[in-house]
């Protein structure tokens, strides 16, 4: 039997209340928006990178300074191995690590030659600031390494492009910059290297395992429920705090992604229902024992062990419930009635969809860990790190990544054009103001351009009081030491390692302040100007400050508020249009055009959406709404878009059989309903207008539909049972969407309210 289509495979699942509750309760986790992890977990990390930093950066500097000799060298030996060790802190398995970084010491290579051949004009200097700023903002949206190099790649242009020099400067300044880069690779390989398993793949790995226990018929209980929950929760939780999404066109970070989706809509319809009737109890037994064995396989392989899963079995216990279904459905004395017949196939439903997810989420799985997947065709992403896809394909997914978000719905979009503009601004005043030290302006820019302007005024009053402490403190050391070079030296170390920690484990201001008490160092050795080095860094800091402000105040202000609502309206829309195309494509049959457009189409609306409410959690915004509740309508979004993926991958059930046209008419006239009450909510969040009561249920068309299938089994021919099943599953599909509708109404309504903690506190 054939293997379901792209992301077809996330096959269909009940999605009524029962199985709606879970996506609310891991919404509700998003209250805490940052995961608590142990200090031994993030702490210990932050303070190994920062003791690398204060190893690395002085010797490295040390050794520009005093054997090569060059003011120039120097100066980007220094900052280039801040750069490096400070800013650039790539994850995941030691080889990507190792391209990461390498590939980041290109980019500044090339930086660095073009910002020192605009450095002697303003305007061609803010021109080439602009096009480079937005480039390397923007193809953060490619996955997560990209986005993490952003910050060291455009340092590597603003610190040429501000300080005017010939070009025979050039060969100085990638000297500097190459001995930082080549250092810095080389600690991060070798100094206290990171984990090579990102903490996603451990919690991903713990959600299999609990789902397992839930699929396992021996383990179904109370117990098996709640951890699957917990699970699912926590994996969801972590995935959303993490700063970007680890998403990408192909290969593991992708199926990072990819498999946290695929583990919450599993989740949705492994919770047992109470039935009374069932067919074909033992097949599904054995199709559930295998899918909790395929699940189980998947947890070692993101644990790092070795093992693949048994998908012959699954495929096998999978094919052997339809075949059983079939005959028992044939071999029955008389029709029962509508009822009892839903609830006698409702079980041999959930558990074809639970296998054809359970199978998905090996495929990532593998992807994930870095494994080859062959016979996983039918992944919505390509490639894995041993078996790379062509070249082709990559540059074609990538393409599809950069015209889903080039548009004012992305926020990627949105915070490139700010970023952008604001470090073009900055360093074109930096230039014709003939500022001492021109770059503060625009490091000033970068460090507090925010998604909104509350947020940036938020960061420079915290960058403010951060700088002004550093200048007190530093100003103090160096009135102390004065001139005496070889106590600047040993001061160096210290302040490069409080000043690394301290965003991580203090907060942006004391980052600030040390960074600070770093630049009064290190000027004092390249070029000794006392105290004074200070007032020059918080006048130049300042001016940047002010230009984030009113770049941030012209430029879409008020953050991710009002975008996360049309993207909901957008996901909403987009998902719904996908069930109307695979519902009437199970109506006409395989002949009829596929839905390829419509999938694509709502699979970027679900992605945009993703990332506005990233952005939404990590902003200080104006408009306060119920955290939990717009996490339940995001989610929502994600299902409404699962089921039309498991609409369309029910039509390769029928082996080719004649499809029911008749019967399925009513089929597309409830498809058409919920697609009209899914759009109608959308409008209603953007416009806050009021949500929509739950749609009524043509229920004549349904007897129709029901009688049709009734009599298509009774005759007894194989050739439409096949496709009256198809026609029966895909209307309970929509059934739980119908059902799923209050559920979300509700969320809608509590979504601009307080949060459910601050009311219980008013109460």
Known sequence: MPTERPALARAGASLTISAAQPLH??????????????????????????????????????????????????????????????????????????VAYVALGFVGVLNIAVGTLCSRNAWVAAAAMAVVGFVILFSGVINGYFAAAATPAILTFVLPATIAAPNSVIPA?????????????????????????????????????????????????????????????????????????PAGPTGPMAAIASLVDELDWLQSFLEPRAGSHELCRDENAEAMAATASVLRASAARLDGREERPDLQRLDEAREAVAQALVRQLRELPRMPDE???????????????????????????????????????????AGSDQVPPPARAAIQATEQLAVEHAGVRSVWFRNSVRGAVGLAVAVWIAQRAGLQHAFWVVLGTLSVLRSNALTTGWSILSALAGTAAGIIVGAILV???????????????????????APRAISFAAGQAGFTV??????????????????????????????????????????????????????????????????????????????????????????????????????????????????????????????????????????????????????DAEAHAVRSWYVTLGDALVHHGAVPPSHVRDEDARRRLFECVREAVAGGDKQTIRPALVLLWASQHLDNLWRLESHLGLHAVRASGPPADARARSS
């Open 518 to 667: 770093v630049l009064f160092v290190l000027f004092n050795l390249i070029q000794p100007s006392g105290w004074q080095v200070g007032l020059v860094r918080i006048e130049d800091v300042a001016i940047g400050f002010g230009i984030s402000l009113g770049v941030g105040l012209l430029f879409w202000p008020r953050g991710a508020a009002d975008l996360l609502r049309e993207n909901l309206a957008s996901a909403y829309a987009r998902s719904a249009d996908y069930i109307v195309a695979t519902a009437h494509q199970l109506v006409v049959g395989r002949d009829a055009a596929t839905p390829d457009s419509e999938a694509e189409v709502a699979a970027a609306a679900v992605h945009r959406l993703d990332d506005s409410f990233r952005q939404y959690l990590a902003e200080r915004s104006p408009q306060k709404m119920n955290i939990a509740s717009v996490g339940t309508l995001v989610a929502g979004a994600a299902r409404v878009r699962r089921t039309a993926q498991s609409l369309s991958a029910l039509g390769y059930m029928t082996n080719g059989d004649a499809p029911l046209t008749g019967c399925g008419e009513n089929l």
């Open 173 to 245: 300044r990638l000297e500097g910059w190459g001995l930082a880069a080549g250092a810095a690779t080389l600690a991060h390989m070798v100094l206290w290297p990171g984990r090579p398993r990102a903490a996603l793949l451990g919690d991903a790995a713990r959600a299999c395992r609990a789902l397992a226990d839930l699929a396992d018929p021996k383990l179904v209980g109370d117990r098996s429920t709640a951890a699957a929950r917990d699970g699912v929760a926590g994996l969801r939780r972590r995935f959303l705090a993490a700063p970007h999404r």
């Open 339 to 381: 009822e009892t017949l839903l609830d006698a196939l409702d079980p041999a439903f959930r558990v074809r969809a639970s296998s054809y997810s359970a199978r998905q989420v090996a495929g990532y799985a593998l992807l994930a860990s870095g494994a080859a997947t062959p016979g996983f065709d039918d992944l919505d992403i």
């Open 479 to 501: 009135i102390a030491v004065g001139t005496h070079e070889l106590v600047l030296w040993i001061v160096l170390p210290v302040a490069v390692l409080l000043a690394s920690y």
């Open 25 to 98: 309760r891991a919404a509700s986790g998003l209250r805490s928006r940052v995961p608590r992890l142990e200090w031994g977990d993030s702490e210990r990390t932050s303070l190994k990178s920062a003791a690398r930093a204060a190893i690395v950066m002085p010797a490295v500097f040390a050794f520009a300074d005093k054997v090569i000799g060059d003011p120039q060298a120097a100066l980007f030996a220094g900052f280039g191995s801040i750069a490096m060790l400070v800013f650039a802190d790539f994850t995941g398995p030691l080889r990507s690590r190792f």
